[in-house]
């Protein structure tokens, strides 16, 4: 309860945001993700990205993007767990999103772009 109090603490703690700005969460992206081509533009360098580093990481952080990885008590025996590989998420819940174009899936990519335009602080 003790760290869930800090975390909640933490994030309506807007003074401290507003005084870090984006710099945290760019470091963490170039940092611990290996960047994002998004916002690096040319300076881009494919040959040191690492994917299974970045799924790694992601799921520390319970992202799991091309799969997911969990543990589930055994149906046949509750004193054991079984391992699960499913299917992770791009973002959008339904594969209908994906492949036809909808309102959802326009404001998504809005959404998006909004993201990495506040990231990049493009006022283009």
Do not use: H
């Not at 881009?44 to 580093?53: A, E, G």
């Amino acid at each position: 309860i003790v760290n869930a109090r800090r975390l909640f603490s933490s994030c309506i703690n807007e003074e401290a945001i507003e005084e870090e700005g984006i710099d945290v969460i760019l470091s963490f992206i170039n940092t611990e993700l290996g960047g994002w081509p998004i916002l690096q533009g040319s300076t881009w360098d494919s040959s040191t990205f690492d994917l299974t580093n970045l799924l790694t990481k992601l799921g520390q952080y319970n992202v799991f993007t091309l799969y997911y990885v969990g543990t589930y008590p055994d149906e046949k025996n509750s004193s054991s767990y079984c391992i699960y590989v499913g299917q992770g998420s791009l973002g959008l819940s339904d594969r209908s999103y994906y492949i036809n174009e909808t309102g959802i899936t326009q404001a998504y990519r809005q959404y998006m772009k909004n993201i990495a335009l506040a990231l990049t602080n493009d006022t283009s």
